[in-house]
């Protein structure tokens, strides 16, 4: 077995497909990308939609944490997760899309369903 060097990254997967890296970003998957877990053995499919001549993927199975009413710092712990659709696009174009001059999240590594 491969272990994790950077603990942070523990459990979590990175997507590539050949030589391309791929992330999520916000304005595809919307804000706290932290939420999102996909499952890997599932796979991921191309979605027809291409970004600078590299094919957008998307999860094939993928959850969203869901909110709870007190969605503040610290909360009990209550696992719930809706389906999600999660896109990934090529870590190379990540930013050129915003819709505001506001930064968005971006997210490499996902959380391994």
């Known amino acids: 077995p491969i272990y994790p060097a950077v603990r942070a990254d523990a459990g979590k997967i ?14 595809d998957n919307g804000p706290l990308l932290h939420r999102l877990a996909v499952d890997p ?10 970004l600078r001549g590299a094919p957008v993927l ?4 993928a959850v969203r944490e869901t909110a709870h009413p007190f969605d503040g710092l610290y909360r009990p712990y209550r696992p ?22 506001e930064p968005e999240e971006m997210l490499l590594w996902l959380r391994r369903l």
């Open 14 to 27: 990175a997507v590539m497909r050949g030589p391309v890296l791929y992330c999520a970003e916000e304005c």
């Open 80 to 101: 719930a997760a809706a389906p999600a659709e999660v896109r990934l696009v090529p870590y190379a174009f990540w930013g050129n899309r915003r819709r505001t001059e």
């Open 41 to 50: 053995a599932a796979g991921f499919t191309l979605t027809g939609e291409r």
């Open 58 to 61: 998307r999860a094939v199975r």
